[in-house]
């Protein structure tokens, strides 16, 4: 599912020529119409279709949302209407986020103690989907087709995974909360309530929603830099996105290993240090091969960040992957603003300065395990059974 969520996002980005000239878009209206307008409406939709799925078992909830992802894109590809795009978009995004909170749930209940190996899993599928998408739109505008046809695949492709999942998906793994020999779980209000005094859970949520720089945005800004900084050619600047989606898929790929290895909160630290020092070397680097191998590395350091982030979320509404889902919606905005911020940014001062404020983002991570540390050493010290004084 993670795969499936990147590909058919992937593919009206990576089809933008096509798109804009289907539909005789501007680049303004595109970005308006395929990025802004989409993303807060799936917001307010995904919010609260993922409070009302937790009263549901989350096999119908998978099953019926990857049903409703394949008739989205459908509309999509069958749309001849520039609107008709936006609302099959942001329809489809809203499916394709209620289903994944869902299988993300099966995750978290499946292996509880293995919740951060089970996500960054889930990362390397979703970097696997970055890499499939430009090939999939590639090869449908190769045959003749436009990004239509692509859409149209990847629709078939989701309708026999929706059948693969409304056959093979095991109940007691996927049954709603309370149905099983456990015991039941708080109310729906309850829940809410509760997780509105998390703070901690609205640090990892703020985290998981500082990644989004280090996606597309420092794919787009690099190309942008390799083009008009370095003077590199645009076919040859078009395989950055190839390079650090394969950066994505190594970094995650290693991140399962090394998690298991030496736990989250080391990686968080190390790969965000890491990305620190990569991103340096995106902002110094003065040839195609030196910024293709810097941002490789960049894909590979930052490709943890958001699973563990999310993990840590998780863990602070135990069984209620639904209210985490809701809860992060609330954070939409830095997928609307921080691209408009950013490329105010790179026209003002030019692109290499708007690199550098990506660094804001393993910096939070930074932080955020920095607290997190802290945190495990105090209440190791303040535990009695481990020779410290217990709090007053």
């Known amino acids: 599912m993670a795969l499936v969520d990147e590909l058919w996002s992937g593919v009206v980005v990576s089809g933008v020529d096509s798109v804009e000239r289907e539909l005789g878009l501007t680049h303004t209206r595109y970005v308006a119409l395929v990025f802004s307008a989409p993303l807060v409406i799936a917001a307010l939709l995904e919010s609260v279709a993922s409070l009302a799925s937790e009263a549901w078992g989350r096999k119908r909830v998978i099953v019926v949302g990857q049903g409703a992802l394949a008739a989205a894109l459908l509309y999509v590809g069958f749309s001849r209407d520039p609107w008709g795009l936006t609302l099959g978009l942001a329809l489809a995004g809203t499916a394709s986020g209620v289903a994944c909170g869902a299988a993300q749930g099966v995750l978290v209940a499946a292996d509880p103690a293995n919740v951060d190996r089970g996500l960054v899993r889930w990362a390397l599928f979703a970097a696997i989907g970055d890499v499939l998408a430009p090939l999939v739109t590639a090869t449908a505008i190769a045959l003749g087709g436009s990004y239509r046809a692509a859409i149209v695949a990847v629709a078939a492709a989701v309708l026999c995974q929706c059948a693969v999942s409304a056959c093979r998906i095991d109940s007691p793994s996927v049954m709603a909360p309370g149905d099983g020999p456990d015991e039941p779980l708080e109310p729906l209000p309850s829940a809410m309530a509760g997780a509105m005094r ?137 997928d609307v603003v921080a691209p408009l911020a950013l490329g105010w940014v790179a026209d003002r001062f030019g692109a290499r300065i708007a690199i550098a404020c990506l660094v804001a983002q393993p910096g939070v991570i930074l932080v955020a395990a920095l607290l997190e540390v802290r945190r495990s050493s105090n209440v190791l010290r303040n535990n009695p059974r481990n020779g410290g004084e217990p709090r007053p």
Do not use: K, M, N
Not at 263 to 279: N, T
Not at 291 to 314: I, K, Q, W
Not at 319 to 324: A, D, L, N
């Open 198 to 334: 998390r703070p901690r859970l609205w640090l990892w949520l703020v985290v998981a929603a500082t990644c989004t720089l280090l996606d597309e945005l420092v794919v787009t800004l690099a190309t942008v830099r390799a083009v008009r900084d370095l003077g590199i050619t645009a076919a040859l600047a078009a395989a950055v996105a190839v390079v650090f989606a394969i950066g994505s898929v190594v970094g995650a790929s290693l991140g399962d290993r090394v998690v298991e290895r030496f736990g989250s909160r080391r990686v968080l630290l190390l790969s965000a240090a890491a990305c620190v020092l990569s991103l340096a070397a995106l902002l110094e680097c003065r040839g195609a091969i030196g910024l293709c191998v810097a941002l490789a590395a960049v894909g590979v350091t930052c490709a943890p960040h958001h699973a563990l982030a999310f993990a840590r979320a998780y863990d602070e509404v135990p069984g209620r992957p639904g209210v985490v889902q809701a809860c992060a919606q609330l954070f939409v905005a830095v």
